[in-house]
């Protein structure tokens, strides 16, 4: 019984390090709104919004 | 009756199958986060520090505050980040046809999303606000 309790806690300890990256990961995605207060064409937001995104993605270096 | 650990019952070897599938679970989590460069972990100590600010125009500058103590690895820093996000506007505007001013606004916009906690970032009218 004592074998089979230790072996809960071990499950359990397993399950909380699992989880804990994902925690991490998540954090910094909190909804902090930061407005800028500029300008941007409606033309150049549909040209490259998407563009803008996967090269700040691509490029962590700089980004 | 006592049990010993060379006979293990059923219900303890699937715990004991589950914990193997925990452990592999971490380690596939730990290894798909991926190694961050040098410059890559220094530019996001510098955000989140506040030596180095985002600006509204899609570059970096040392932020006027921490001006007199920012080493003189943030500056070349600073220098080389700008260069890299100028070629990359000034190509990204060539290919669409925009004013490159506008690309670099866009992008600020975006990394305001994706820049560390921490971060500082100058507003056109010369106020900084951090993230």
Known sequence: MALHRCALILLALAALAACEPTVRVEAPREPITINLNVKIDAEVR??????AEKDIKNAPDIF | MRRTFSEPRPGMRWLAGLLVAFAVLVGALVAGSGPASAQERALDSYRASGVIAERFDGYVEIRAPAAPIAPAEARALVEEVNAKRRAL??????ESDVAVEQVGK???????ETAPVGTFFLQPGG???RK
């Not at chain 2, 506007?89 to 060539?94: G, K």
């Open chain 2, 106 to 112: 866009l992008f600020a916009t975006k990394i305001v």
């Open chain 2, 89 to 94: 506007y000034t190509r990204r505007a060539e």
């Open chain 2, 127 to 129: 106020d900084y606000v």
């Open chain 1, 46 to 51: 549909v040209k490259l919004e998407e563009q």
